[in-house]
């Protein structure tokens, strides 16, 4: 059964970027266009139609996900239209992107709007961690944050991304481009758009003047180039721009409404694009920026620095105090250094978020119409740790902050019978398997689907600390696919990842000093594994890449094949062998975005200290499967001489064990993965 949703509006670039990328990661949710709006262009979504009661009683879409154009209305429309919507099951979802509205002055009925719609809402979004904690503040509501996903078609960053590779695609070498600043005056665009409430471009000219005094007396060549569209808001804020720019020697370029097409080649001409707010949450401009190569200094206004934490690069974003010309001067050079050889966004990083951005839209989306109707499934998250007390607390810290919180914790302690869990409001129930010459994997796992009363089972491995939608995510894909294993995405932190953290004020563990991390800071500081890039939402056949250090499956289903198979002891192969019997059994595989931070610990290259249990191990898997499981590290023994192994056959011992010499020069301290 499909689920419809309406996005208000339809047709803007935001709401069109958290669609997913592939239908088959979600091809039962049908997002439906803008209803048209009569006496209007066809290409013009406000006032939005879908925002009325009586089009909402008429077409009574499952999901109304309200973004911008509320504006339209009053208090009291809203209230109407949303309880419609609730009359006939259908659930409202709000993203806040405005804390204020950027057209407007008095944002007193915005703030009463706002205050409406998240009274309403069955799910609330926001695109920053700082945003999140206003709301929460200010209205009472918790918003999952959802980092701001590309503007530019991906298409189109494709393509500037060959276009930075062409020398490693094996093209002649080219020549060193001019320095801006140095070899040729750097290209400041300011961007004074219509002249709308939220810009204050008249107020920075004086300040900017000032910045580019100094700029110049250290030795940086600039030309200021100031934009401003025809058919402005304020007829006399243009004519002080217009005196203001010749006072100060700057260029003002009038010209009419740009195509996309054209804004993108001139905001990829110019170094830096200042944006002069005086107002302000989010800015979808910066992401534009960010999306073709250019850094962007912006007024310090609501919580655009923010986004910055969700980049892989933070020093292509700077704010500035627009009052204080050295703040600007600061910003301005920084982002002038910082443009050489500055490349476009990665197309297949921004491909990834959008992925990970969807799968949170749709999971929330089955999640609200779920609890609204009365059938949402609860969910349980399992843990099986040994000695690990550290990893427990961050993983712990991680169920904590979750969107979908789980409705229970299960953690099995393997060989450590004085084990406890950290202090945590979460619901936990302990449990205890001993561990004789190996780590009795599938026994604890067992031991924790048994202790587990969630229809949904989500399996965390003790390093994996989850992202905040990552249990909604995989709860909701399993609920939405009775008898689907689903199978998460690691992500893989660095080395120094902890030094890292607290060198930027990030406390990973709660009895250190600072703010706790967010997905942000852990994604920024991981890395993917480069073997499951090709991976996509959605259905899979490659069930020999099941891993269960972040997967979900039904209670009942788990039931069903009989749990993990406790005959594999130790080390290897208990994973893949769950994966063909779930196979064999007629559950589906599916693919999901969801992530998990693997906290970083050295490796063994291959694994030498386990090779006995990966003999055993294989020589089962052999027997019940037909095939040789863990082929590279059964070949990486063969050839140390540790086995004798048939790959073709059946033949398959143990020679010897390796001496200490040969496990330490195994050891990768610095692996990523």
């Not at 996309?260 to 170094?271: G, S, Y």
């Not at 067992?446 to 390093?463: K, P, Y």
């Amino acid at each position: 059964m499909s689920i419809t949703v309406q996005h208000v509006p339809a047709g803007h670039p935001y709401p069109r970027s958290v669609r997913p990328l592939e239908e088959q990661a979600a091809g039962d949710v049908v997002f439906w266009p803008d209803p048209p709006v009569p006496g209007a262009p066809a290409h013009r979504w406000w006032p939005p139609q879908a925002l009325t009661a009586d089009w909402l009683r008429e077409h009574r879409p499952d999901v109304l996900h309200v973004h911008f154009g509320f504006e339209h209305f009053t208090s009291a429309e809203l209230a109407e239209a949303l309880e419609a919507q609730h009359a006939h099951g259908g659930a409202v979802a709000v993203t806040v992107h405005d804390l204020e509205n950027p057209h407007l002055t008095d944002q007193g009925p915005h703030r009463e709007r706002l205050r409406v719609l998240l009274e309403h809402a069955d799910a609330v979004f926001t695109l920053t961690p700082g945003a999140a904690e206003a709301v929460a503040r200010d209205y009472g509501v918790r918003a999952l944050v959802v980092p701001h996903p590309h503007i530019v078609p991906l298409e189109r960053i494709a393509a500037l991304d060959v276009d930075g590779d062409a020398a490693a695609e094996g093209e002649p070498a080219r020549a060193p481009e001019p320095v801006p600043g140095v070899d040729r005056p750097a290209r400041i665009l300011v961007h004074a758009k219509d002249l709308r409430a939220q810009v204050d471009p008249v107020g920075l000219l004086p300040v900017l003047a000032a910045a580019i005094e100094e700029l110049e007396g250290a030795g940086t060549d600039v030309e200021i180039v100031i934009d401003v569209q025809d058919g402005v808001r304020d007829a006399a804020a243009l004519e002080a721009l217009e005196a203001g720019a010749a006072e100060h020697g700057f260029t003002l370029w009038r010209h009419a409404r740009l195509t996309d097409e054209e804004l993108h080649d001139a905001l990829r001409a110019a170094d830096v694009s200042v944006l002069p707010y005086r107002i302000g949450t989010h800015s979808g401009w910066v992401e534009m920026c960010r999306d073709l190569g250019v850094p962007v200094a912006v007024a310090d206004v609501g919580h655009i620095a923010d986004q910055a934490r969700a980049w892989r690069r933070t020093d292509v974003l700077a704010v500035f105090d627009p009052t204080e010309p050295s703040s600007l001067a600061a910003a301005l050079s920084g982002l002038v250094a910082a443009r050489v050889g500055l490349r476009s966004a990665p197309a297949a990083y921004r491909a990834a978020q959008r992925r990970r951005v969807a799968a949170a839209h749709v999971a929330a989306y089955r999640t609200a119409l779920a609890r609204h109707r009365g059938h949402a499934a609860t969910v349980s998250a399992l843990v099986i740790t040994g000695n690990r007390d550290a990893h427990l607390a961050r993983v712990l810290r991680g169920l904590e902050r979750s969107f979908r919180r789980p409705d229970q914790v299960v953690v099995v302690f393997m060989g450590q019978p004085d084990g406890a869990v950290p202090a945590t409001d979460l619901p936990v129930t302990v449990g205890h398997v001993p561990a004789g010459h190996g780590l009795p994997l599938a026994a604890a796992r067992n031991e924790a689907a048994r202790l587990a009363t969630g229809d949904v089972l989500v399996f965390l491995d003790v390093d994996c600390i989850p992202a905040a939608d990552a249990v909604g995510v995989l709860a909701a894909e399993v609920a939405a696919h009775p008898g689907a294993l689903v199978m998460g995405t690691p992500r893989y932190l660095a080395p120094d990842w902890l030094d890292s953290l607290a060198a930027a004020g990030v406390a990973a563990d709660p009895e250190l000093p600072g703010r706790a991390p967010t997905d942000g800071d852990l994604r920024t500081r991981s890395v993917p594994h480069a073997g499951r890039a090709h991976l996509r939402p959605g259905p899979s056949d490659e069930w020999h890449l099941v891993w269960t250090l972040v997967m979900a499956v039904g209670r009942a289903d788990l039931a069903r094949i009989g749990g993990f198979d406790e005959g594999f002891s130790g080390y290897g192969a208990e994973d893949t062998d769950l994966a063909f019997r779930a196979r064999d059994a007629g559950l589906q595989l599916r693919v999901s975005p969801a992530e998990a931070f693997h906290q970083h610990h050295g490796v063994h290259r291959p694994p030498l200290h386990h090779v006995a249990d990966i003999v055993v191990n294989a020589r089962r898997f052999r027997e019940l499967h037909g095939v040789w499981p863990m082929e590279g590290w059964l070949g990486a023994f063969a050839e140390r001489g540790l086995i004798r192994w048939t790959p073709a056959g059946d033949g398959l011992e143990l020679v010897r064990e390796p001496t200490e010499e040969e496990v330490a020069a195994a050891r990768v301290a610095d692996a990523a993965y």
